[in-house]
């Protein structure tokens, strides 16, 4: 069965300290993974897809095969960092979404 | 350019009552997703809805049934409510085809009370 677990459900880090999240996923194939974030009173949004290797607001994310991991950083968090973080692998017959149960994410002053 | 907007915004519902929810989907997107999300939990996947036709469905009974229209947008039809259905309704629209898969655009949701 396909699924993707997000350990933390809380995580609080002081700003400008170093930030990760942990996504671990076990699917067939291999997926295309995406973050999705949503900020207070916001809809939920893209942040990142892996293939696009692209860096957003400072927040990179790997792929490793090996481990099944897509784990979301950024080496120096800020107060606007502060939101729901969800991990999402890209499959199925529809080649929809499945999303994590997240980690809120909340950066101290 | 429009974004995603859903419709009613809340509402209330007692057990074994019908409900409908709709969505408008962004401007010039073809495909409209539906999920699922209860207090706690990560959006679950209901259905998707590409030219009108369903092309694809999650873990959910058949009492959950959906529409898409001609101009895109969509309906989604919850029979025989359960105090269980009680969440957040999400709709989210996108492009077909490889580089519009996985980026979805939310609405904000339509919120489901089952009493």
């Known amino acids: 069965a396909q699924r993707v677990t997000q350990p933390e459900k809380l995580l609080s880090v002081f700003k400008g300290a170093p930030v990760e999240l942990k996504c671990n996923y076990s699917?067939?194939?291999?997926?295309?993974l995406f973050w999705y974030v949503q900020y207070s009173r916001q809809r939920l949004q893209l942040l990142l897809r892996?293939?696009s290797r692209e860096s957003i607001k400072g927040f990179t994310a790997d792929l490793n095969k090996g481990e099944t991991s897509f784990h979301l950083k950024k080496p120096f968090a800020q107060e606007e960092d502060s939101a729901m973080y969800y991990c999402?692998?890209?499959?199925?017959?529809?080649?929809?979404?499945?999303f994590g149960s997240g980690t809120q994410l909340t950066v101290l002053p | 350019e429009t974004g995603v907007t859903q419709s009613p915004t809340h509402l209330i519902k007692t057990r074994g009552q019908q409900v409908t929810l709709r969505c408008s989907s962004q401007?010039?997107?073809?495909?409209v997703s539906w999920y699922q999300q209860a207090l706690g939990q990560g959006p679950q996947f209901i259905f998707q809805?590409?030219?009108?036709?369903?092309?694809g469905r999650g873990n959910f009974p058949p009492r959950f049934s959906g529409l898409q229209f001609p101009n895109y947008s969509s309906e989604l039809n919850v029979n025989a409510l359960e105090l269980d259905d009680s969440a957040l309704y999400l709709c989210?629209?996108?492009?077909?085809?490889?580089?519009?898969?996985?980026?979805?655009?939310f609405g904000e949701g339509s919120r489901l009370t089952v009493l």
């Open positions: 809805y590409y030219r009108e036709e369903e092309n």
């Open positions: 699917y067939s194939g291999s997926p295309e």
């Open positions: 999402a692998p890209l499959g199925g017959s529809a080649r929809q979404l499945t």
């Open positions: 401007s010039g997107h073809n495909t």
């Open positions: 892996h293939i």
């Open positions: 989210a629209s996108s492009l077909a085809g490889r580089e519009g898969a996985g980026e979805l655009f």
